[in-house]
């Protein structure tokens, strides 16, 4: 582990264990939930547990305590609490824990006088590194709200507004700032739009929508493209003009982009091969601009889809995350990663043959890099903030948000069972094809490891890391009754929830039933289809892609998406794993000894059976199970293996791949033309 410096150092100065039974961190700005922070502070002995209200914190420390063959007494054994509050408000706090604890408190304020507290909060953690950087660099005086954002702007995200006076300043910037998929605060985002509104260049423009949506910037682009091949094109004649006059803008201002410009052209490519635009139909021949330009010109040969294929190789190659890389760049990655999985296994075979063993050479680079990330970092991941969410027991907290912040709002969430990044990819494609209105905000979330149904969906239902649930982490059964539960604690009552199981059309009609009901404000509804073709597949990842592309045309995801719409919900979709084509390296005989019996992974009732089992597979991985019940003991299949009979190959999860552990979170809606 780098030991941390700047701003981090000065916290971790007052991080010293062995002065209290238990330390109380004070941490209005969420200061001590940075991934460099949460790794230092495991490392200098602490275990670090956000109190959420006194129930929940008794119930934690419970377990905790058990889990370390503890007393219940507030001071436990082994890793030092260290118990930390959202507020800095001491007349709110329960007074044995006062009395108990060493009070610390942590503030943006105190680590960076001199700048606007209100633009410094709305940063992510690791933005400050930047700001910490700049300051002592510059040691200036004191600035005002608008001189922070600016400075801000400039030291943090590269963005000096009043330099932006030409289309290909602004896209260079807007590209920048979306490829890289970076947050930005919305105070910062208006800033920018304040700037560039006093001058008449990009009056036309629609600024307030393209400089802080992704999507709508996306969408900005890609109604665009169409235009810009037409005036690429050797034969700019009556034809292309009837064309181009017959085409659409939802914007109408401006109707051509300079995607040519070589500060734009670069972006552009990397749009187009990770997915983040769609190729068009064009006739490749008037085209006079050179070879870039056809990444943008569909082509549904498998020529066509291997070239793309080769071109996104090539861009992933240098892509991967560093090894110091934070959660939301390899979030990212999973994406690209499953973009180039979409087009491999959309190739046929025979033209796949010549690349197999190289892309087999990058899945193991692969694997190797996130495995060693996951070990380092994994742990610290489920006491991140809920916005953005970053693992699935985060999401009823992100949608409760927003919930409170529309009280007449209503909300689905489809938990897609099973459902990896690059099968949704499939099912995405399908669903354009059929409801071309449909808009994707498109995220990710990371899984519970083991990456297994009873543990990480009901993670989703419960709001809450699996140890909550212990009495049912081996069944599902429960989740109805944690789904209210977590909603009750928001205010909710019985008759405003409603939980529903889905497989197939015959389920609409049951739904719409339910839904009708007036009090109804949160659904939660599971879709099994695409884990029960996982558990019958025997052609590998090629025949899940086939699979779930037939479900999806078949048309009941459609169907079930304008039903939701249609009744007035805001739709989410998400899923508690993916899965990964794998090969059997022999399966254990333990008989009734194991609890859960995984092709990639197996679940036990205490250390003895798993060690029993390892003794006999040493390759395989016990897991260390951060967030587990203390009676849950997890034996991992290593690679992209299974517990199967040798040579076998199955499709199955529970493991820690990519695949496996990072699964979409999408926000479908209809788009307003």
């Given at each position: ?490 205010g909710l009552s019985e008759r405003e929830v409603a939980y529903l199981k889905g497989r197939d059309d015959s389920r609409i009609g049951e739904l719409q ?161």
């Amino acid at each position: 582990m780098v030991e941390p410096c700047g701003w981090r150092k000065r916290i971790l100065a007052d991080l010293v264990s062995g002065v209290a039974p238990l330390t109380l961190a004070f941490d209005p700005d969420g200061l001590l939930l940075d991934e460099e922070m949460l790794e230092a502070i495991r490392g200098r002995g602490f275990e670090l547990l956000t109190f959420e209200d006194p129930a929940a914190f008794r119930l934690a420390h419970e377990l905790r305590s058990r889990q370390r063959g503890t007393s219940k007494d507030v001071d436990g054994d082994g890793a030092e609490l260290l118990l930390r509050f959202d507020h800095d408000d001491l007349a709110a706090t329960p007074y044995d824990l006062l009395r108990a604890g060493r009070p610390l408190r942590f503030g943006l304020s105190e680590l960076f006088p001199g700048l606007s507290h209100a633009v410094l909060a709305a940063l992510d953690t690791a933005d400050l590194d930047a700001v910490d950087r700049a300051r002592r660099r510059r040691k200036s005086k004191a600035l005002g709200e608008n001189a922070t954002k600016d400075f801000v702007l400039q030291y943090v995200f590269g963005i000096q507004a009043n330099d932006i006076r030409s289309p290909a300043d602004l896209l260079h910037v807007l590209l920048r700032r979306h490829c890289r998929d970076r947050r930005m605060p919305r105070l910062l985002d208006e800033r920018v739009v304040e700037v560039l509104r006093r001058g008449e260049t990009f009056a036309s423009w629609p600024l307030e929508p393209v400089v802080p949506n992704r999507e709508a910037f996306f969408a900005f682009l890609q109604e665009r493209w169409p235009g810009f091949l037409d005036s690429a094109g050797e034969d700019d004649g009556p034809a292309h003009q009837e064309a181009a006059a017959k085409r659409s803008l939802s914007i109408g201002e401006p109707t051509q982009l300079p995607f040519d410009h070589p500060d734009v052209r670069p972006y552009v490519v990397s749009l187009f091969l990770e997915g983040k635009l769609a190729p068009v139909p064009h006739a490749p021949r008037t085209v006079r601009h050179g070879g870039w330009i056809s990444v943008g010109i569909r082509s549904d040969s498998d020529a066509g889809r291997l070239r793309r294929f080769k071109m996104l190789w090539a861009h992933i190659e240098d892509a991967f995350p560093a090894a110091s890389a934070r959660h939301p760049d390899w979030l990212a990655f999973s994406w690209r990663w499953a973009h180039l999985s979409h087009l491999w296994w959309a190739t046929q075979a025979s033209a796949r043959r010549e690349s197999s063993e190289r892309i087999d050479r990058l899945r193991a680079r692969l694997d190797e890099a996130f495995g060693t990330w996951v070990e380092e970092r994994y742990a610290g991941l489920h006491n991140q903030p809920p916005d953005p969410p970053a693992m699935v027991h985060h999401l009823p907290r992100y949608l409760a948000r927003r919930l409170e912040d529309a009280p007449g709002r209503k909300i689905a969430l489809v938990v897609v069972d099973g459902l990896a990044l690059d099968q949704w990819l499939v099912l995405r494609d399908v669903l354009a094809s059929q409801r071309p209105a449909l808009g994707f905000r498109s995220n990710a979330v990371f899984a519970w490891v083991p990456t297994i149904t009873s543990v990480s969906r009901q993670a989703i239902f419960a709001g809450r890391p699996p140890f909550y649930f212990e009495a049912s982490i081996h069944t599902t059964e429960k989740e109805a009754s944690l789904w209210s539960r977590f909603w009750a604690e928001h205010g909710l009552s019985e008759r405003e929830v409603a939980y529903l199981k889905g497989r197939d059309d015959s389920r609409i009609g049951e739904l719409q039933q339910r839904i009708s009901e007036p009090l109804l404000r949160v659904l939660g509804l599971v879709v099994n289809k695409v884990d029960d073709i996982m558990h019958g597949m025997e052609l590998g990842t090629s025949g899940m892609h086939n699979q779930v592309r037939q479900w999806a045309e078949e048309g009941y995801p459609a169907a079930l998406v304008d039903t939701l719409l249609d009744s007035g919900f805001d739709v989410f979709l998400t899923s508690d794993h993916g899965n990964i084509e794998a090969t059997g390296f022999g399966r254990p005989s333990e008989g009734a000894l194991v609890s859960t019996r995984g092709k990639r992974a197996r679940l036990y009732t205490d250390t003895a059976l798993r060690d029993r089992v390892l003794e006999q597979f040493p390759e395989a991985v016990a897991w260390p199970g951060p967030g587990l019940p203390d009676d849950c003991h997890t034996l991992l299949a290593p690679g992209r293996t299974a517990f199967a009979p040798t040579g076998d190959r199955t499709v199955s999860h529970g493991g820690v791949s990519l695949e496996e552990l990072v699964v979409p979170f999408i926000e479908i809606e209809r788009q307003r033309r």
